[in-house]
């Protein structure tokens, strides 16, 4: 049994998702209740890997319930979250945030989720204040940088300073497209219409299927022609 675990959980390290999730579905239940954890962690993360949300849920949930790690609950109740969030259960995915704020889990990480839910239901304000306070516990984190900046350009709001925290985020992480697309978008609410096309492009050229980026893109480009 240990040694099958290890070998799911080997397959997984080394991305080879499927595999993984073929050995890890052949174990029986253990009796052990750590153990069997363990088993329903790397189960739910290989289902979410291969974006098969709703059998991830059934396995993390398991993990929620029962762990006692700190560090995995809140990596579990995160991508709860976020899974909820993409399905369209928004009130799951405030609830998994809450509980992690709530009980004292306040990390960067975690106001960042709830930013970003936020922003998704047009509760445009109170995703800057948690965006501001994701920043002011990790001042260099990408994802609080390029959130920040992304909602105030949005809002048409401190273009400049958008444009500082796109400009770190993208420092950071130079080949990521939804950071490239923010430092897009906020140059085209700048009015800088050469730099924007730059970013949006680029931003494309890494992620052609999703459709925010693509609607920055057509309507970047599409100026950029007038």
């Known amino acids: ?12 390290t080394r991305g080879k998702y499927p595999d993984a999730l073929t050995v890890l579905l052949s174990l029986d ?13 790397y189960t739910g993360l290989s289902y979410v890997q291969m974006k098969r949300y709703n059998e991830a849920l059934l396995y993390l949930e398991q993990v929620v319930t029962a762990t006692t790690d700190e560090k995995r609950l809140e990596q579990c109740r995160l991508t709860l979250s976020i899974i909820y969030n993409m399905t369209g259960r928004d009130k799951l995915a405030e609830y998994e945030i809450n ?8 990390s960067c990480a ?16 109170k995703a800057v204040k948690d965006y501001e306070t994701a920043l002011k516990l990790d001042s260099e984190s990408p994802t609080a940088l390029n959130g920040l900046g992304y909602v105030l350009a949005c809002l048409d709001r401190e273009l400049t300073r958008a444009l500082s925290l796109c400009k770190r985020a993208v420092d950071i992480l130079p080949n990521s497209p939804a950071c490239l697309d923010s430092l897009g978008w906020v140059y085209y609410m700048l009015g800088l219409d050469k730099e924007a096309q730059t970013y949006i492009s680029r931003a494309y050229s890494y992620n052609k299927n999703s459709k925010e980026i693509y609607g920055h893109y057509i309507k970047i480009m599409k100026g950029a022609e007038g």
């Not at 049994?1 to 997984?12: E, F, H, P, R, S």
């Not at 975690?110 to 304000?125: L, V």
């Open 99 to 106: 509980e992690l704020l709530e009980n004292g889990n306040d």
């Open 1 to 12: 049994m240990a040694d099958t675990l290890q070998k799911g959980i080997q397959l997984y």
């Open 110 to 125: 975690a106001y960042c989720a709830r930013a970003f839910i936020e922003w998704e239901q047009g509760q445009s304000e």
């Open 29 to 41: 239940l253990p009796e052990d209740d750590e153990e069997a954890l363990e088993i329903a962690y």
